[in-house]
């Protein structure tokens, strides 16, 4: 149905500009006559037999704005009758349509917004009401769906995904809380899509075709984003369980990465006597211990698996950090251009809070075998893997990813030309089930113009800083626009429909999120 009406509507665009003049350039002609070729809905785009990466990453600027605002109309309208969080958020913002693409701005969500609900609601194991919080933010209709009793948010994880359409994933949650993401399957199918042309523009590997060990310095399996992706991923880029090796079986807990965070953010604060959740910790705290005394001996093995591959096409997929870490535990033992030329290496979500010793870029480069360390830049609340690095070290847009630059002090977004800098939002084409305009906590400086790799897309340089970091660790941006519609948005977050929560109580909870 979609293309079909948009397809009528660009006939009905095209009759009234010949109506309306008797001439056009030659060069006007053939633009429309290009932008009639991408007559299809951005998520469609990345589809492999549709569209190369190269394609998607030199479509004219004019063309892509424009097919980019006739979808983020449709989003718009849809996500207005049918997501509770963005109807109340553009009501209180005054939002009623999407004329340009700078309107999407005062409504895109802040990147805290998926964890505003109470920790009391995890610690008190009320699910059936946490479910009614993350209702706000999908299409779907979970709010009534019966629950089989979870005590853990992985139960509940895991019970959503079997009673509905969702296939929910969570952030890492370092600052204290978990990032709940609601996806649907139609969701994970659109990032499925982008995530394999995302791979091959970093790699030049055609995974629907080719196929080699994969390595993953990870978990076997979770709900995390980058756990998801690498155990949803792997096994089908090596072609079958036996040639997909990772170094920690068993799934990353959602509730143990919760109680991590948690912990870290209290001790940080010197509140960690006022964790609610601490006789959680206690009774599992058997089980942390065992895996954490395990892990060296399973790294170990995992590395020694990874090195006797020696001399052959491998491929690795994993944070940052990890990828360093194994250059430089190889190189620390005398491995040179460990792995056969056309292996694929993929990295991104930066150090963690790692320091590689000096010299690191080199050695790393030196056991690999390779000129460049491949990247890419994302985080959870963003589609296909995110954006795919070039030789020059730049980030380039997909055309489904609309990006933003806002004010840090005002909020106010800038203007879709030439250089600019200051907070990065996005609006993701590739949702279709949730919202997908989001405002991160990163500072970065975008480009409208040419690369010199030669890409025609939008780029980001590669340095990129937390605000929070910048600012002494506290957050205290304004949200594209009005503050004070934000603060009542959150409010209307918290919300609890069987349970009211007193004004102060609220008012506590909106202040730790802002300031998380």
């Not at 008190?124 to 919080?133: P, R, V």
């Not at 030049?204 to 756990?227: C, L, N, W």
Request: hydrophobic share 35%; glycine share 8%.
């Amino acid at each position: 149905m979609y293309k079909k009406e948009i397809r009528n509507q660009m006939r009905l665009s095209k009759f009234l500009i010949y109506k309306g003049r008797k001439k056009m350039t030659i060069a006007t002609i053939r633009q429309e006559e290009k932008a009639s070729e991408w007559d299809t809905h951005p998520r469609e785009w990345p589809r492999r037999d549709l569209r190369s990466p190269d394609e998607c990453l030199n479509l004219d600027q004019t063309i892509t704005e424009e097919l980019q605002l006739k979808a983020a109309q449709e989003q718009f309208i849809k996500a207005y009758n049918e997501i509770a969080a963005v109807r109340d958020l553009a009501n209180r913002q005054g939002i009623s349509q999407i004329s340009t693409l700078n309107d999407l701005a005062p409504i895109l969500f802040h990147h805290t917004a998926y964890k505003s609900y109470p920790l009391s609601l995890i610690e008190k194991k009320k699910y059936s009401q946490l479910t009614k919080w993350l209702d706000k933010f999908t299409t779907l209709d979970i709010g009534d769906v019966k629950l089989d009793d979870p005590k853990t948010i992985d139960e509940w994880l895991d019970q959503l995904e079997e009673k509905t359409q969702l296939e929910p994933v969570h952030s890492s949650g370092t600052t204290g809380k978990l990032s709940i993401i609601p996806r649907s399957k139609i969701d994970m199918e659109n990032y499925v899509n982008a995530f394999y042309i995302f791979m091959e523009k970093i790699t030049s590997i055609d995974f629907h075709k080719e196929r080699m060990p994969v390595f993953v310095p990870g978990y076997q399996t979770g709900r995390q984003i980058a756990t998801k992706v690498f155990g949803t991923f792997g096994p089908k880029f090596a072609g079958s369980e036996e040639d997909y090796h990772y170094a920690y079986p068993g799934r990353l807990s959602a509730d143990f990465m919760s109680l991590a965070g948690r912990v870290k953010a209290a001790k940080a604060k010197g509140e960690l006597g006022k964790i609610q959740l601490i006789r959680s910790l206690v009774h599992n705290k058997g089980e942390l211990i065992k895996a954490q005394i395990q892990m060296p001996k399973l790294k170990e093995t995992f590395m020694e698996k990874f090195l006797s591959y020696k001399g052959k096409k491998i491929f690795f997929m994993g944070l940052q950090a990890d990828f360093i870490k194994s250059a430089i535990e190889g190189h620390d033992k005398g491995e040179r251009n460990v792995f056969a030329p056309g292996s694929g290496f993929v990295t991104g979500g930066g150090m963690k809070g790692y320091t590689p010793p000096e010299g690191w870029y080199q050695k790393t480069l030196e056991f690999y075998g390779i000129k460049s360390i491949p990247k890419g830049y994302g985080m959870t609340e963003m589609n296909g893997g995110g954006l795919p690095s070039c030789e020059c070290g730049n980030y380039h847009f997909f055309p489904w990813h609309i990006p933003f630059i806002l004010n840090p002090e005002t909020g106010e977004v800038a203007q879709r030309k030439g250089i600019q800098t200051g907070r990065f939002a996005f609006f993701d084409l590739l949702a279709e089930n949730y919202w997908g305009g989001f405002i991160t906590g990163d500072r970065v400086t975008i480009h409208y113009d040419q690369c010199e790799c030669g890409v025609k897309a939008a780029w980001l340089e590669s340095d990129i800083a937390r605000y929070s970091e910048l600012q002494g660790g506290d957050d205290k941006i304004s949200c594209a626009g009005v503050q004070g519609a934000y603060d009542d948005f959150i409010d209307f977050l918290m919300d609890e429909e069987e349970s009211e929560p007193s004004s102060s109580y609220k008012a506590v909870i909106t202040y730790a999120n802002r300031h998380e």
